[in-house]
């Protein structure tokens, strides 16, 4: 594996994480690995460790800090790629996941620079954003949507997407109990998971994410000197 830099993506849901990473996967050639994915392909293919987290999800509470890990771990173990550049996005999410993160980085070596990008929004411009998302359907695409009138990321066909003709859809924690949860959830952990990170070495960089995408990538790609 030679990998120069893991970028860790960390900000609250509906920063544009998922969003920003797809598109640098398609324009950069980066490798990203999404453990909200991951956790929606076990309960879609309704494996033993999607059964036991199914509940978490939709509640918008953190799935165990081991189940979680692993998935990265095994990633890092299956996919022996040349990318020079992996995204984690929504890993770490707390201090116990940057500690095992930790380990990952002392098995990727010295030559692997592991840099935190952090994203800030208001929270609510966060809820009015997740209360009107809806996003494609079909895995390969996953393209997101607002329906909020008037939005730039509005579809041009009613609930259907633009890129793939494929039919829009609502995840199941985007509704608002789930949606202030995943707020308060990312709160609670964002100073401890931070300093851990500060103190391990790994240099933050800020970026405000109340951009439209396309803005936020020029931005960003900038900042990494793409
Ligand atoms: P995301 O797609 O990143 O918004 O994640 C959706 C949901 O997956 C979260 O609300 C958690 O229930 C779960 N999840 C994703 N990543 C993690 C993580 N690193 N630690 C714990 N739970 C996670």
Sequence with gaps: MSIDRVILFVGPPGSGKGTLS???VQELDWDKISTGDLCRQHIENQTEIGKSIDFAIKSGKLVSDGIVSQMVFEWFRDNENDSRVVILDGYPRTVSQAKTLDNLAE?????????IAKFVIDDQAIVDRLENRYICKNKECQRVYSLKASSVLAPKKDMTCDNCDTELIKRKDDNSDAILERL??????????LSHCQKAGYEIREFESNLP???????????MGE
Excluded at 107 to 115: F, R
Excluded at 215 to 221: H, I, P, R, Y
């Design 22 to 24: 797809q598109k640098c």
């Design 107 to 115: 098995t990727l070596g010295d030559s692997a620079e592991i840099i």
């Design 184 to 193: 308060k959830v990312y709160h609670l952990h964002e100073n401890d998971l």
């Design 213 to 223: 995408i396309d803005q936020l990538f020029v931005k960003f790609k900038e900042n």
